[in-house]
């Protein structure tokens, strides 16, 4: 197996700063873990969840990480690029594990994933992870097919790491019978030479040179190659890259007739002392004494290096015997993790199922609460019922067209409907006057917005949560001018809340166009050239240009102006402008 490509690696490939490194991460992630369940924070939790498996993951505990992604994946939202590395994380437990089908499995979903995100890098390297996984599983075909779609994307988009892949490529297409091997390796060197001046050749890039020439019979050319790449690769740390280059050194110098600098450099690979860590390339190093030492004739020696051979590949077999055993045991636990797993989120769908039907059965009950104030307030100026449900309409399609959501656009509207509510508590002898009202009764008509603000936020209104607290907001905010000439409280701009200076602008047409008996229904036209007129003094301009572009696309509701029938009192507009009626414009 090759872990160069994967994000993870074999636990005992760690140093120990490394591995003290994890531990301190994992501690981290499990402190994390518990503040984002106390708070309810499911993106953080997710989070901390696949922090805590990449450090099981790299910690030895490839079961307890798998646990710890699949329950981060329950707490992702719709982010495909989140899940694709979560389940890249989960591929590599699984790898950890010997469970390569399930490692295929997960790796193809989370490509799938990087795709529907656009991310190309995430691409690139899931594709890397693949081949590596087909070429360590002997799918040398499904390897090179891989490897062709990474070239051609890297090509194609100008990435880096072209003669990485075009390397691999190489190596998996060199592990294919000979009548099976593409006719444009032999013209492989010249492709991986001309790529050298722009991704200077590393350690890695030269051994496989040396693999390539050593292929075509060109011991010269690969006894250099491999010179160049064992240094390289000792110094990047590659200890069992640079044994498996010093065996191939040793084949070409054989091939060339200098069986004694073979024997040279199969002795010095043997006395490193890493050499024993990586028992395949011990093995290898061991087979090539044995022809060396065939070849010089002293076949005790080459007697003795075959033995040695054996009995590491032997240990190869038993060792890899025991971690499936270990790796099969490991299944079984984490199926009884899945199903618990499992049990997790179907409880979270059904809490998630109840508190949808709590949330929508609340949402009735305030619609209810809402119509019934508003129908309360409304009957009491005049029994005109659409006025209250047209504002609120009105008033929700300005505020998607300003751009707010459209579930907040939704609740504006709605609490729009209650913004004159203040007048049930209005004495009907100024309500219902229908002479002019003296100064004193303007004030006390002025009052319905604090009034309705403090119906609404009484104690027992509380319990409405927010929707009544942004509908007490309009209350009393919906005669503030744009020029701070309003009332009650004279803001001025944009310290006067959203919702109050839409509902200015919607509750202002809805006055102009409806007949009262002491004047009669604006046209269309003659209520919008008065709200052009006054954006920037009256009302909020922004607010002003949302409803005319609506009205124009007649894309605001249907309104239901009044027929003059109902007998509403003469002091609409003194309360609405704190002025004198507007004069019809001509």
Known sequence: MTWTSLPCGPPDALSLPDRQRWEVTLRDARRRDEQARQAGDDEGLAAALHAQGAALNRLGRPREAIGALLESVAYLGHDPHAQACVWREAACAHLNLDDGTAAQEYLALALRLARTAGDLKLQLDLLDDLATLHAAHGDLHAACDTLRASLGLRRAHRQPGLTRTLIRLTLAELDLPPHEQPAALGARTRELAALAPSEPLGGESWATLALLHLHQQQPEAALHAAAQATPLLRAGGQGRAALRTQATQARAALLLGRPAEAQALVQEALRDPASPAHPHEH????????????????????????????????????????????????????????????????????????????????????????????????????????????????????????????????????????????????????????????????????????????????????????????????????????????????????????????????????????????????????????????????????????????????????????????????????????????????
Do not use: M
């Open 283 to 586: 093995a290898e190093l061991h087979l090539v004494g044995s022809d060396v030492c065939a070849h010089l004739g002293d076949y005790p020696q080459a007697l003795a290096h075959h033995r040695q051979y054996h009995q590491l590949d032997a240990q190869a077999r038993r060792g890899h015997q025991q971690e499936r055993a270990r790796a099969a045991q490991a299944r079984v636990a984490l199926d009884v993790t899945r199903h618990e797993a499992q049990l997790h989120r179907q409880r979270n769908d059904e809490l998630e199922a109840i508190v949808q039907a709590r949330t929508l059965e609340l949402r009735r009950s305030q619609r209810a609460v809402i119509d019934l104030l508003a129908s309360a307030a409304e009957f009491r100026d005049a029994p005109l019922g659409p006025h209250t449900r047209w504002v609120g309409d009105a008033t929700g399609a300005v505020a998607r067209h300003l751009g707010l959501p459209a579930p907040q656009a939704e609740e504006l509207g709605l609490a729009a409907r209650l913004h004159d509510v203040g007048k049930i508590g209005i004495p009907d002898s100024i309500l219902l006057k229908e002479g002019p009202l003296t100064p004193d009764e303007r004030d006390i008509i002025a009052t319905h917005t604090t009034l309705g603000a403090q119906l609404l936020t009484q104690p027992g209104a509380a319990d409405g949560g927010p929707l009544l607290h942004l509908a007490a907001q309009i209350a009393l905010s919906h005669h503030e001018c744009w020029d701070g000439s309003g009332y009650p409280r004279a803001l001025r701009g944009p310290d006067i809340p959203l919702g109050g200076r839409i509902v200015r602008v919607v509750d202002a047409f809805d006055a102009l166009i409806s007949a009262r008996p002491y004047k009669p229904a604006w046209t269309d036209g003659d209520a919008l050239q008065y709200l052009r007129q006054h954006a920037g003094t009256l009302f909020d301009p922004a607010c002003v240009r949302a409803f005319t572009e609506l009205h124009a696309a007649a894309q605001l509701p249907p309104a239901t102006p009044g027929d003059g029938s109902a007998p509403e009192p003469p002091v609409r507009w003194l309360i609405l402008n704190s002025c004198a009626p507007p004069r019809r414009p001509h």
